[in-house]
Structures are given as C-alpha cells and as structure tokens.
C-alpha cells in the first residue's frame, strides 16, 4: 500500500518494566506505610529497528521526571542531567505513574513544580526563548513493598526541525523576505499533548552576495495544528509589500527536519520542502502565486504535463486519487465524488447485495476517457483513508462530499470487493474486525474507475 508519509521515530522505544510486582500491603495503613521501595529510571534511544540500545545521544537534556501516586498527586520530581546519570527514589509500596519531558531546562520554559504538577501541565516556553529538542515518555509502575523497581522511559520527539530557508530568483528591488509559518500549536503539555492552535513562526532572511535569500533557521517548532500555511512576503522601499502563501497537508509533523526552497519567476513562485532523516520524508514541491493557492501533496513520480494532479477534481464527478506509469502511459485512478448509502439487500445475500451495487453503479454520471464505475478494493480504501485530510479538503473545497469515517454516534462501512465477493470496511476500527454484508445508512458505496492517459 503507498502511503505519502512513511516513517519511523528515531527517538521513541518501547518502554520495559522489570521486577515491578503488583503486590501492595494492605494490612499496614498507607499513612504508617515506609518509604522502602526504591523506583529506579533510565531513558534510551533506539537502533533502526526500535530496539533499545546503549546509545543516549538521542536523548535531549535535561530529562524531569514526574512521579504521580494513584490520588494524582505529584509525590517526586526529579531530573536527569547527561547520559552519565540514573535516578532513583524512595517510595512508598504503591502503583505509580511517571511522566518525563525532556529538553525543558529551566532557563527557556516554565515548569511545573513538585507542589503544582498535574499530569496536564502546561510547559511555557518563557518571553525571548525559543523551543528546544522537545521529548515526552510516561509510563505506570507497580511498586511492591520492599522491593526494587526498574523502568527504562522511551522517549518521543514532539518537535520539528526548521533547518533552512533559501529563496532565489527574488526581483534586485525586494529589500525585505519573511517566511511565516502557521497555525502551530502553542504548548507542549507534561503528558505529551498539545493546547493551543494559534502559534506562528516568523523568518526574516538575508541576502547573500549571489542573490540568495536564506536563513540557516536550525529552530525548533511544536508541529503544525492542522493543515500548515506557508506565507512568503516581499517588501520593497516603496514599501509595498506582496505576499505569496500555499497550504500544506500533513507536512510540518513532529520529528521531521524541514528545509524549504523557493525560487520566484514572475507572478508566480515555487517552493520545494525538504525532509530527511530524522526521519525518512520525500520532498514535496508546490506553486504560489499572488492571490494564493491550496497545495496538494503529489506523488512520487514527477506528475506529466497531461495527466490531472493527485487530489484535483476531474470531469466535476470524480477525484483523482492516484497514478502509476506504466511504460509509456499513465494510469490514473479516480473516485466518485458523491456516494450512496442506504443499498436494500437481505442480510449477507451476495447476489441481492451485486444487484444493489450495481444498481448504484447506473446512477453515478460516466467520466469521459475513463472505464465503468466498480467497486474499490479494500487497499484503496485504505489508501483514501491514510490521506484523508488531502481529499477530504479538495472535496469540501469545491462542494463534493467529504470520505467520512465517523459522527457523533457511529462509524462508516465502506463496500469493496477483491474478487468476486463483496466485503465491507470500516477506516475507524481494526481489520479483524467482523461486520454483516448489510445495507443501511452506515454502509457506504463509493465508485471507483481507473483511465488510462498516453504520455507521448
């Protein structure tokens, strides 16, 4: 199955609990209870392939751990402050939540204290700082009374890196280029959670002697709230100022590092952004222009001038959803932009419910150039389902209904077939799952069609 974004957190584990027994003495009163259990932490990074290895060079310093008993109260705080050290407490016989942020030291943020710690606690980046190498772990521990307890917390970077900014191509008359960058969420809580949808980021760049404006950023940013808008302002000593913008879909995520290249040519721009390592993402180019543009993440492959752009809406009934080259030609797969729902069919009947689809076939409008309208198959689905907030966005954007997976009150079931037989599938829950071959206002057809576009 493709998806657009594949990776893999380089600085996340799995979190291991040795020796932690659930045993608690219930006969001694928890106030007359002592303190001679010894909880013990370390935090590791990991190899390619999740593993936990000896390595700490990914872990950001310093590491504060909060300790929470089962009432939520913060009974120990406590912080790591190279790879050298391990820490280690007393407590109590008991079951025990740890929370770990790591990369706040107390110059740049405002932390929570052992008086005032919650598990929801806001770390404030402080007036004049700028975010760090943002990390969070937490996991639960019993503690049995007497008894040593071990823990290793893996850690998850919440943060991006903006490694650079270059623009070329920029009129000699330009004197001023800023990049902003937004919505971004504006806080990182204790538990790993985000508040706050409003943040921007603001780049002013320079110009080299070559004419290249730039800014070697190496900032850290708490990822994007949503679809992240990229604004590009140009100023001149008339002070006139023109502004070029673009939205990017599920780009600017947590553990990325970000390089944008742009380069002016007329009334139109085109910026590249580029991903690497730490973890693997594909650059993805999009057009602004004067009044502004909604991006759409494109394939791997270069899209050839005659063949409609992933996410486009084609022949006004139907979205393209993806192409593949094969030899000389393109075969681009399109989805209905409308549904039906609401199919009648005995229960689990094969033959009642391919005269139902079929008879749902027969009201969708044909698209030119394209074959008869199917069912999906169940990797299709998955594929829209992957990269819902690309679609969706084009459909809602022109008046198309949106692939929904979910209301207030129920999940959807999509029709499929891989074979003769169809199947229904839910995007919301597991595979495993088992539902009916049934009708309902639930269960959803959508049509699918492929055609087929010669490149020469």
Excluded at 175 to 185: A, E, G, K, R
Excluded at 347 to 353: I, M, P, S, T
């Amino acid at each position: 199955m493709n998806k657009f974004f594949k990776f893999f957190i380089l600085a996340s584990v799995t979190l291991s609990v040795f020796s932690c027994a659930k045993y608690v003495d219930v006969e001694t009163p928890e106030e007359a209870q002592e303190q001679n259990s010894k909880l013990t932490i370390k935090t590791r990074a990991t190899d390619d392939a999740g593993e936990l290895t000896d390595d700490k060079s990914e872990v950001s310093y310093p590491v504060n751990v909060y300790v929470f008993d089962d009432k939520e109260e913060c009974v120990a705080l406590m912080s790591i402050a190279s790879e050298q050290e391990v820490l280690s407490t007393e407590l109590k016989a008991g079951k025990y939540d740890v929370y770990a942020i790591a990369g706040a030291d107390e110059n740049s943020y405002e932390l929570p204290t052992l008086e005032n710690a919650t598990k929801e606690s806001v770390i404030t980046l402080k007036e004049g700082q700028e975010h760090k190498d943002l990390m969070v772990a937490n996991d639960s521990a019993d503690i049995a009374a007497g008894e040593d307890c071990n823990i290793t917390l893996s850690l998850t970077r919440k943060v991006f890196l903006l490694e650079s900014i270059k623009i070329s191509n920029v009129p000699d008359d330009i004197t001023d280029v800023n990049v902003t960058i937004s919505p971004l969420y504006e806080n990182l809580l204790l538990n790993g959670d985000y508040s706050g949808d409003n943040g921007k980021k603001t780049i002013s760049l320079t110009k080299s002697e070559d004419g290249v404006w730039s800014d070697e950023c190496n900032t850290y940013l708490l990822e994007a709230a949503g679809n992240a808008t990229i604004k590009i302002s140009f100023g001149n000593e008339s002070s006139e100022v023109k502004t070029y913008s673009n939205e990017y879909v599920d780009v600017l995520k947590a553990n990325r590092k970000i390089n944008i290249e742009g380069s002016y040519d007329k009334a139109s721009f085109t910026a590249t952004i580029k991903g690497t390592s730490w973890e693997e993402y594909p650059d993805v180019t999009f057009d602004f222009n004067e009044s502004g543009t909604t991006g759409i993440e494109p394939p791997v492959e270069p899209t050839p001038g005659n063949v409609p752009e992933v996410g486009s809406i084609y022949d006004d009934n139907s979205i393209v959803i993806r192409y593949e080259n094969e030899g000389n030609n393109t075969v681009v797969t399109l989805m209905s932009t409308e549904y039906k729902a609401n199919l009648e069919f005995e229960k689990d009947n094969q033959e009642e419910a391919k005269i139902a689809i079929n008879a749902a076939i027969a009201e969708f409008p044909s698209i030119e150039g394209a074959s008869a309208w199917r069912l999906p198959t169940l990797e299709e689905l998955k594929y829209v389902s992957e990269s819902l907030e690309v679609f969706n966005s084009s459909l809602k954007k022109n008046g198309k209904s949106e692939f929904v997976i979910e209301d207030a009150t129920n999940n959807y079931v999509y029709y499929y077939s891989d074979g003769n037989d169809i199947d229904v599938y839910c995007p919301n829950l597991p595979d495993d799952d088992d539902y009916s071959l049934s009708g309902g206002a639930y269960k959803i057809f959508r049509a699918f069609t492929t055609m087929t576009i010669n490149n020469n």
